[in-house]
């Protein structure tokens, strides 16, 4: 449940409610608006049933939320979650650009793609150190060595760096060298792996799962929130369906849908979603059109010689041209970039 304070509410008065939602052994989640205050009760709402808390000073009303997912959930906070990250964020009017390739193979392929994508307008180097593949045999990634290659990156251009984590070993390691850690499409459901996520109070990127649902896919953030880190960022990659003409299927409705039902900002991965170079382009604007917060891109030196996902990667000079096409995408839209 929600309890909506009346505009204006004494702090004594929230503390007091805040107070009798802990005596009964449950968690507040305070969210202070410009003119409302709401309390979120995570927890069994049974127990308030004979603590009148209806009746409390300046309690305007009582909200029930029938959804499962509560810290996600937009009732419990009406205001859009901006990630913050020294000079750069995530959500309110900036559209956010994460680029990079898919694994990381050396150094030097790392450190020109960085320089090539920030001269193109992106703030996030994304890159592969772990890499869950279908085949066991097919290239892995660099593991703790690929790490020092994004810190390198970040010290030398300023980028934000990031990176997927599939085990508790991952994050721990990841941890001392990124800004943002990723969960992948495949661990969306490795609910430890989320709490340990979590626990680690750095910005979490979670992507949806194969087959998830977007009920699914926002209890899966409630995991990580639920161990108090907020800073959770959603990445619609596309789904699996009957169509074999993309990899994956775009479910671009699911930016509007996000919108309504999360404050959590929503980014779009359409390198993954497509699985075919040409139509990043295209997906990538029609995200921006539908009130994506940012976009996740591959880009390689050289697409065709990429150990991993190089048929869905884009050149240095075709990253350049999309990003120049996006700009007027992105104001049309109300978004810096």
Not at 23 to 49: C, M, N, P
Not at 63 to 68: D, K
Not at 74 to 93: A, E, N, V, W, Y
Not at 327 to 337: C, D, I, K, S
């Amino acid at each position: 449940m929600i309890i909506i304070m009346k505009p204006g509410a004494k702090p004594a008065s929230i503390q007091n409610v805040i107070k009798t939602i802990q005596d009964h052994g449950l968690r507040a989640h305070l969210s202070e608006g410009d003119q409302v205050t709401i309390i979120g009760v995570v927890g069994d709402k049974a127990r308030l049933a004979h603590s009148n808390i209806q009746l409390a000073p300046e309690v305007e009303k009582i909200v029930n939320v029938t959804e499962s997912y509560k810290l996600a959930n937009r009732k419990f906070h009406p205001d859009d979650t901006i990630i913050h990250l020294d000079h750069t964020q995530i959500g309110s009017g900036i559209l956010t650009v994460m680029a990079g390739p898919c694994a990381i193979e050396s150094e030097e392929q790392l450190l020109s793609t960085a320089r090539a994508v920030k001269k193109a307008g992106a703030t996030f180097l994304r890159g592969g150190a772990y890499k869950p593949r279908t085949s066991p045999y097919s290239f892995q990634g660099l593991e703790e060595e690929g790490l020092k290659y994004m810190k390198t990156a970040r010290e030398e251009t300023g980028l934000k760096v990031i990176c997927e984590v599939t085990s508790a070993r991952a994050i721990e390691t990841a941890a001392r060298y990124v800004d943002m850690l990723q969960i992948g499409a495949r661990n969306m459901q490795n609910f430890e792996l989320l709490k340990e996520a979590g626990k680690t109070g750095i910005p979490v990127l979670l992507k949806r799962g194969l087959a998830a649902t977007i009920d699914e896919w926002l209890n899966a953030a409630e995991y990580i929130m639920s161990e108090g880190n907020e800073n959770v960022v959603l990445c619609e990659r596309g789904i699996r369906t009957f169509e074999t003409s993309t990899r994956n299927t775009l479910d671009i409705s699911a930016v509007p849908v996000l919108k309504e039902r999360t404050h959590l900002p929503v980014i779009i991965d359409p390198s993954h979603a497509a699985g075919v170079r040409a139509y990043v382009a295209p997906l990538a604007k029609a995200a921006v059109a539908a009130g994506a917060d940012g976009l996740m891109i591959e880009v390689h030196p050289c697409p065709a010689c990429a150990l991993s996902d190089g048929p869905q990667s884009l050149t240095f000079e075709d990253f350049d041209h999309l990003c120049q096409e996006l700009r007027p995408y992105a104001a049309l839209a109300g978004r810096e970039f």
